[in-house]
């Protein structure tokens, strides 16, 4: 049971869908690669710290990250345009520039990472207007579809 639910959850994931006229399918595709992005980066420099006892130079973990997720994406779904370019964004950008680019080393060799607070909300702005963006264009179109 559990492999069949995995399938059905692995197999909904790798589906392409932009979602054009579901702003609410759009809106939580969207907030998943967010997420997927923030738990991605963390637990990469969770395990950098783990094996070297110090985080990973910023950008490098960034690139890490971004260009992983570009081959990722296309190649287990293909170009998808704007499609392509939104997840993307959500997931190496918003979700994973946030615990790289926020949070910085307290001392070399510290697990202890302070947060730069006056690009918190800056940040999140950001996020949220594009999300915000995505959800009106959805209901626009739906709208004018009727």
Known sequence: MRDVILRI???ELSRADAYPSDWYGYAKNQLAHFALGITTASLLAQAHFAVF???AQKGATWAVVAVGYAAFE???QGWNGRD???DWLFFALYG???PIFLFNEVAIG??????NSQLVIPWF???MCHL???IVARVVTTQSNK
């Open 9 to 11: 959850i692995l197999a």
């Open 84 to 86: 392509t370019v939104e």
């Open 110 to 115: 510290s697990p202890m990472l302070s947060i």
């Open 96 to 98: 994973g520039g946030l």
């Open 132 to 134: 915000a963006g995505g």
């Open 125 to 127: 702005a950001v996020v």
């Open 74 to 76: 296309i190649l287990r």
């Open 53 to 55: 006892n110090e985080f």
